[in-house]
């Protein structure tokens, strides 16, 4: 990301595409100053002003400029309906979560047992799309995580979790994430947890978090910690330790 003080301007490079925000007249200076040294697709001027474009593609999402807010929605739909289709769950029952929690007190031997070699290929590439899937959606990203934990040596309760995120994602096809117009605020808050040992296999902890500006989501993780914790105090200082140097 980079800033043009004397023009106002903030610009997101990604590869080769550029997203610039700023007023008409500095966008005009940016748009003819880089068209002499580059050839350049010019796609879409988004705004209020009844000459701009309401509505583009960027990224492989929409954005669409509305009179409450700004609505984004991640094109990956077909992402989700792959990962229903694959599970053979188009007709089935929607659940209300995810994840559930596992405690291998309670598994069978046949739980425990490890995929075959083409089932486990199919774990592997239906967790691939969830992991990609997650960038935009909070609400899969701990079940995902999970998934992708075990991608090395999948077992036959590891195929139950990714139905269930299957059919999680039977209800929950489309996510449209809705930014309201707020004011300028100076600083962002960052909301973080942790779960002392909450794996029940390895008593690693799991660490989340979210990073606010104003009522805008602006990144959110979850991640396994490394370290098994001794103490209460523990995960939650390396949850803080994560928090603060996000990006």
Same mark, same amino acid.
């Given at each position: 990301m980079f800033n043009h003080p004397g023009n106002d301007l903030r610009v997101v490079v990604?590869?080769?595409?550029?997203?610039? =925000?700023g007023s008409e007249h500095p966008l005009d200076w940016f748009k003819n100053e880089i068209k002499r040294v580059y050839e350049m697709d010019f796609k879409a001027r988004v705004g209020p002003d009844e000459g701009d474009t309401k509505m583009?593609?960027? =990224?492989?999402?929409?954005? +669409?400029?509305?009179h409450d807010g700004i609505y984004m929605e991640e094109n990956k739909r077909r992402h989700a309906e792959i990962i229903v289709k694959h599970l053979n769950l188009e007709g089935c029952?929607? =659940?209300?979560?995810?994840?559930?929690?596992?405690?291998?007190?309670?598994?069978s031997d046949e739980d425990m047992k490890e995929l075959s070699r083409e089932d486990a290929s199919t774990y592997r590439a239906l967790?691939? *799309?969830?992991?990609?899937?997650? !960038?935009?959606?909070?609400? !899969? *990203?701990?079940?995902? *995580?999970?998934?992708? &934990?075990?991608m090395s040596k999948p &077992?036959? !309760?590891?195929? *139950? &979790?990714?139905? &269930? =995120?299957?059919?999680?994602?039977?209800?929950?096809m489309r996510v449209v994430n809705k930014l309201n117009y707020q004011k300028n605020f100076k600083f962002m808050? !960052?909301?973080?947890?942790?779960d002392q040992s909450g794996c029940? +296999?390895?008593?690693?902890?799991?660490?989340?978090?979210?990073?606010?500006?104003?009522?805008h989501l602006l990144k959110h993780w979850s991640s396994t910690q490394t370290i098994i914790s001794l103490f209460s105090g523990e995960p939650a200082y390396y949850g803080c330790v994560r928090a603060g140097s996000q990006d």
């Open positions: 990604y590869g080769d595409d550029f997203t610039i =925000l583009v593609r960027l =990224l492989n999402r929409t954005i +669409e400029w509305e029952t929607p =659940l209300a979560a995810p994840n559930e929690k596992i405690n291998p007190k309670h598994l967790a691939a *799309r969830g992991n990609y899937l997650s !960038i935009d959606r909070s609400d !899969i *990203r701990y079940a995902v *995580r999970e998934l992708a &934990r075990r &077992r036959n !309760i590891d195929y *139950r &979790r990714s139905v &269930r =995120l299957g059919r999680y994602s039977r209800s929950k808050d !960052i909301w973080t947890d942790t029940l +296999e390895t008593r690693k902890s799991t660490t989340g978090g979210v990073i606010m500006l104003g009522n």
